[in-house]
C-alpha cells in the first residue's frame, strides 16, 4: 500500500503508455507490481481479455469489475502459490501453473534495474516465479519508473536484452536513456503530467 502512492504520477503514466501494446482478445500476463496494479485498472473496459496473474491485488481489480451489457467478464487465471508480503503467489505452484501457458504478451513489475544486473527483485522466489512468467511470452514489456534506475535486487528476472520493451516515464535521466535505448529493443518514455 504504500508503495502505490509513491510515484503515482509516473506510475499512471507509465500505465497508460503500455496501454499500446494490448491488443483486445489476447491473453496477457501481470506480474504483481505497483505499476502493473495500475495497468490492470485501465485493462477492464477492453474486451475479450484473458488475464494470467499471480497478483491477488491485480486479479482483484478484475473480480470486482461489473459485467458488460452483453454479460461478458474478463477472464482471469490467479496461479496460486505462497503469498509474499506483497501479495504475489510463488514458488512451485505458481510456476507449475505458469509453465502450462502461452501469453501474447507480459507486463512485468520489477524491483530494480541497471545494466549489469539487468530487471531484478530482492525475494528469490519471486524472481523464479517471474522468470517462468517470462517463458511463456511472446512479447516481455517491463514497466518500471525512473527511480527504480540503478536499484539492484538479490536476484535477476531477465537481463535488459532479454525483454522486448520498456516503458518508463520521462523523467529518466539522459544518461539512463541511452543506455537503454543501447540495450532494449523498443524504449518508452511516457511523459508525465503532460511533459516531455
Known sequence: E???VREEAEKSAIAREALSFVTPGSAIGLSAGTTTWALAK???PIEGLTIVTNSIQVADVFYRTAARKDGSRTS?????GERTPSDALVGPIAISALSQLHLDV???GVHGFEPKAGFTTPNLLEAETDRAFVATARSI???ADHTKWGTVGMSTIAKLTEVDALVTDDRMPQDARETLSGMIHEVR???VNGAS
Open 2 to 4: 504504500t508503495k502505490s
Open 42 to 44: 485501465l485493462l477492464r
Open 76 to 80: 482471469v487465471i490467479l496461479t496460486g
Open 106 to 108: 507480459l507486463f512485468l
Open 141 to 143: 514489456v517491463v514497466l
Open 189 to 191: 518514455f511516457a511523459p
